[in-house]
T-cell receptor
């Protein structure tokens, strides 16, 4: 069965410092990979996605992620965070098995400190 | 392009009462999803529609939850009777049938508090 693991439930980091949010997935089939961000009292907004091609994917707000097939990982990075990046971040995979199924991780709460 | 619309945004009810949530997906999106997001957890799929047919409802507690998508457009999710553990945000999402872009488009969610 497919699954998504986000090992860090909370990540505190100081403003202007770099950050990495980790995501590992398990799947025996090809997957599409996504990172979503959720601000308080809002829905999920797409940050970036990997469908195929270059393994380094750039998204909105200066975020990027690298797809590593051998390690089944899709870690999210930002070289310098801002206070406004404080939010919940979800990694997700889309698996095609007859229909499209999206599986989400449990989320990582990024807290940017002044 | 209008996004996914959901209502109500907030609802407070007592246990054993009923509640209904409404979702209008992005125009032309054939696939509609209802997710339950409990505080501190990731979204969990409750039900997935393809046009007006159910594709996956394996995690829907069918003794109390029901959902329909008449005419393949908007959808309603109902809970009756509600339990304390149903307190959560109910997220609606949509996508095209064979999405080249890949992602889901989410509404802002309906937050349910059961007292």
């Amino acid at each position: 069965a497919q699954s998504v693991t986000q090992l860090d439930s909370q990540v505190p980091v100081f403003e202007e410092a770099p950050v990495e949010l980790r995501c590992n997935y398990s799947s025996s089939v090809s997957v599409y990979l996504f990172w979503y961000v959720q601000y308080p009292n809002q829905g999920l907004q797409l940050l970036l996605k990997y469908l195929s091609g270059s393994t380094l994917v750039k998204g909105i707000n200066g975020f990027e992620a690298e797809f590593n097939k051998s390690q089944t990982s899709f870690h999210l990075r930002k070289p310098s965070v801002h206070i406004s990046d404080t939010a919940e971040y979800f990694c997700a995979v889309r698996v095609t098995s007859g229909t499209y199924k999206y599986i989400f991780g449990t989320g990582t709460r990024l807290k940017v400190l002044a | 392009e209008a996004g996914v619309a959901q209502s109500p945004r907030y609802k407070i009810i007592e246990k054993r009462q009923s509640v209904a949530f409404w979702c209008n997906p992005i125009s032309g999106h054939a696939t509609l999803y209802w997710y339950q997001q409990i505080l501190g957890q990731g979204p969990k799929l409750l039900i997935q529609f393809q046009n007006n047919g159910v594709v996956d409802d394996s995690q829907l507690p069918k003794d109390r939850f029901s959902a329909e998508r008449l005419k393949g457009v908007d959808s309603t999710l109902k809970i009756q009777p509600a339990k304390l553990e149903d307190s959560a945000v109910y997220l609606c999402a949509s996508s095209p049938y064979r999405p080249d872009t890949g992602e889901l488009f989410f509404g802002e969610g309906s937050r349910l508090t059961v007292l």
